[in-house]
């Protein structure tokens, strides 16, 4: 998933009972209607992924909780990353150095009894080498 919407619709309760209709998450970003990207390049990652296996990018978790757990880290992300922006680290010699900068998407991975598990494993660590591929540049 490339892109959270600023809305959570959970027309079934989760664990705790809470059903929710066109509830904003993200006060920040604005109304429900408002969706958030990922600074990845996802098209870029899925293109390399696609010489081995069957994957695609989406522009929609959903309401439920994909979406919500998504939206929750890209703003996490966002807070994280513009307060790295204000502070600066300093290494042992006091030279300024660059603070990571974090990032966020969701991946929607199926049951075993569609795919299995040494396949799935193998995705994880040719998406894991597409991604670190992706942010030495």
Known sequence: ECCAANEATFRVPDVSGLT???????????????????ALDLKQVC?????????????????????FILAK???????WNESATRETICDSQDARQT??????????????????????????NDLIQALTSQLKD
């Open 20 to 38: 929710l209709t066109e509830e904003v998450i993200v006060p920040e970003w604005g109304p429900w209607t408002c969706r958030m990207f990922t």
């Open 47 to 67: 293109a390399e992924l696609e010489k081995s296996h069957r994957v695609q990018v989406s522009d929609d978790a959903g309401r439920y909780l994909c979406n």
């Open 73 to 79: 880290s890209l703003r996490q992300c966002e807070i």
């Open 99 to 124: 603070p990571s900068k974090r990032f966020a998407f969701f991946l929607h991975v199926p049951p075993f009894a569609k795919i299995g598990e040494t396949e799935q494993r193998a995705f994880v």
